[in-house]
């Protein structure tokens, strides 16, 4: 298996398909998920002639399930490790939810720096921060993430089980088209990966204040979020996101749910394209 290891010696899963001169488009997954998560978008970017590239986080998937790191930071240097060893240069980033993260810490400490991003796109994404504090009124309450670790410790895969045929995909709401293989393959990527590193990982996605990052961002940013959101909230994500970005741009699709990457692909994929494109 393609394999990078990083400079705390862990292993990290990729994938690079198309040509290696071609525009690179760089995917990094949401929480528990793996880069599997981004078949859709990585099949259609490279139909259209681009050079597509995930990888699998730290503890999930085929990486390595170490017990340490699960962090922001370490997901970001992570990923430099992979757009370093690969020599990715001019990329554009694609986060979703806690990949969103992911992207806005490593463009800030990594990405910018080194020259080697040209537009980032934040998905459903969790910055800048979705904890309720008393400078961020708009967040959620630290009870309901206590309660995700409670329901992962407990019995981890009925709680994926739960999550994906309920709010993830927007699902459990009246009328919604329920997607039986989209739910099975969340729980097949969630399973793969580490229990431990989804727990921790809880904190990291929740608790990551990135409002400094996204004021270090330059470079154009897309911000996507549908409006009904039962995982990340839209109004103190994107919204607040869109604001504190120096050159973001905001699109809010009425309806959609978190997981709109897959079940609205077909509206989704040409309005990244179309921002890739410009």
């Not at 997901?75 to 757009?83: G, M, T």
């Not at 020599?87 to 490593?106: F, K, M, P, Q, W």
């Amino acid at each position: 298996m393609p394999i990078v290891t990083t400079k705390d010696s862990v292993e990290i899963f990729y994938k690079d398909w198309g040509p290696k001169e071609a525009p690179p488009i760089v995917f990094h997954h949401g929480w528990p998920l793996s880069s599997d998560d981004w078949d859709t978008q990585m099949l259609f970017f490279l139909k259209n002639g681009y050079r597509v590239v995930a990888h699998d986080r730290r503890g999930h998937g085929r990486s390595s399930q170490v017990s340490e790191g699960h962090d922001m930071d370490h997901y970001a240097a992570d990923a430099f490790a992979v757009a370093e060893h690969l020599d990715l240069r001019n990329a554009v980033h694609i986060g979703h939810s806690t990949g969103g993260g992911e992207v806005a810490r490593y463009i800030a400490k990594y990405g910018e720096p080194t020259g080697r991003v040209a537009k980032a796109v934040l998905v459903s994404a969790v910055p800048p921060l979705m904890l309720k504090t008393e400078t961020n009124p708009g967040g959620l309450p630290l009870d309901l993430f206590d309660g995700l670790r409670d329901g992962l410790a407990a019995n981890r895969s009925q709680f994926f089980l739960d999550v994906a045929s309920g709010p993830f995909y927007g699902f459990n709401r009246p009328g919604a088209k329920i997607l039986e293989g989209a739910i099975r393959n969340w729980w097949r990527q969630g399973m793969n990966g580490s229990a431990k590193a989804h727990y921790d990982g809880i904190k990291a996605f929740s608790e990551t204040d990135q409002t400094a990052d996204l004021e270090a961002i330059s470079v154009p940013t897309l911000v996507l979020h549908g409006d009904d959101d039962q995982i990340v909230p839209y109004q103190d994500a994107a919204v607040l996101s869109a604001t504190i970005l120096r050159n973001g741009e905001l699109k809010i699709y009425p309806g959609f749910p978190h997981g709109m990457l897959t079940t609205h692909a077909d509206i989704i994929n040409p309005d990244l394209l179309a921002f890739v494109k410009r």
